[in-house]
């Protein structure tokens, strides 16, 4: 495979099978949208189920023989996490590859049905749930993977573990730099235990660079700020890369038959922010093994999902490289 790669570089995807979670717009439409025209069967899994269909109906325009099947996915609920992973467990024997994409990003602070703050609770401990319940799925699919979408703002990221829902103090570029960096604790120390059981299913983390989505909307729009939202319509239009483009990073990860366990996929521009989606490494702090751990355990306390499957901490996988 050469260093520069695009979506031509992906290999046929017949008979595979994906979940995307956010697949109704940005960098899920994008993904599922290349990946549904290199014939893979593509689970649409998203929280609205008109806007799913309405992105079903663009991908199958674009792509006629797109194998799409559509659920309701709510990443903020674990009740409705719970319910689309048995559906998917009594209707699908196959599990190829789980794109964690959904996400929210800078809201003012919510607090979900299950008592976590929003975008903690969207971005990771639902994905977390997620990836558990369909873990023996995957296992049984091998090779299969996991990919996880991060942000480069993840290198601003700090937990207070005396204050986990940000009660105390709340800022909600904080909670989204903490949110994306826990997708890269999440990430390795997935990785970690996957290579410590020899499962041939790989977890690898990727990020889209500066792409135009919807996303950077939503915080303005709750925040009720037209300056905010002026500047981020501003900022898209001028300095970010198209929402397919970054959705590359994704589909690398996802489909490229170099990837391994515990890598990191982002562009390769300057600060990482445009262009073809190339390995590199996260900050440093991501690779905190002791935090990750932490992470984990908080994780699974909070959800009630165990990862019973996997050897618990104290395994020596290597993952990644530090910045």
């Known amino acids: 495979m050469t260093d520069t790669w695009t979506v031509a570089s992906i290999p046929d995807q017949s008979g595979k099978a994906y979940i995307v979670t956010g697949a109704n717009s940005g960098i899920g439409y994008e993904a599922a949208l290349a990946l549904a025209k290199k014939r893979a069967n593509v689970v649409l899994a998203c929280r609205s189920p008109e806007r799913s269909q309405a992105a079903a109906d663009r991908i199958r325009a674009a792509a006629p023989e797109a194998r799409l099947e559509l659920a309701p996915l709510d990443l903020a609920s674990l009740r ?3 319910a689309f992973a048995d559906w998917f467990l009594r209707t ?3 599990l190829d590859v789980l794109v964690n994409n959904a996400g929210v990003m800078a809201i003012p602070r919510q607090v979900t049905e299950d008592g976590f703050e929003m975008q903690l609770a969207t971005n990771h401990l639902g994905h977390f749930a997620l990836t558990g319940l369909l873990l023996g799925r995957l296992l049984a699919s091998a090779p299969s993977r996991v990919v996880n979408v991060s942000s480069m703002v993840h290198t601003i990221g700090k937990f207070d573990w005396r204050d986990m829902q ?5 800022s909600k570029w904080g909670a989204y730099a903490r949110s994306k960096l826990a997708n890269l604790f999440f990430t390795y120390e997935l990785s970690r235990r996957l290579e410590a059981r020899g499962a041939h299913v790989i977890a690898v983390a990727c990020h889209p660079g500066y792409a135009a989505t919807n996303l950077q909307s939503v915080g303005p729009q709750l925040s009720g700020s037209p300056v905010a939202k002026a500047f981020m319509a501003f900022s898209n239009a001028v300095f970010a890369q198209s929402a397919a483009a970054g ?3 994704t589909l690398r990860a996802a489909t490229a038959p170099d990837v391994h366990g515990g890598d990191y996929y982002g562009p390769d521009g300057p600060m990482h922010m445009l262009g073809s989606p190339i390995k590199h490494a996260s900050h440093r702090r991501s ?10 355990d908080e994780s699974a306390r909070l959800t009630g999902v165990a990862y019973p499957e996997l050897p618990a901490a104290g395994t020596n ?3 990644g490289q530090v910045a």
Do not use: I, M
Request: charged share 35%; proline share 4%; net charge positive.
């Open 80 to 82: 409705s996490v719970r």
């Open 92 to 94: 699908h024997d196959r």
């Open 166 to 170: 940000l009660e105390r103090r709340y």
């Open 247 to 249: 959705a590359w990073p």
């Open 287 to 296: 690779y905190d093994r002791d935090a990750a751990l932490r992470l984990w």
């Open 317 to 319: 996988g290597v993952v």
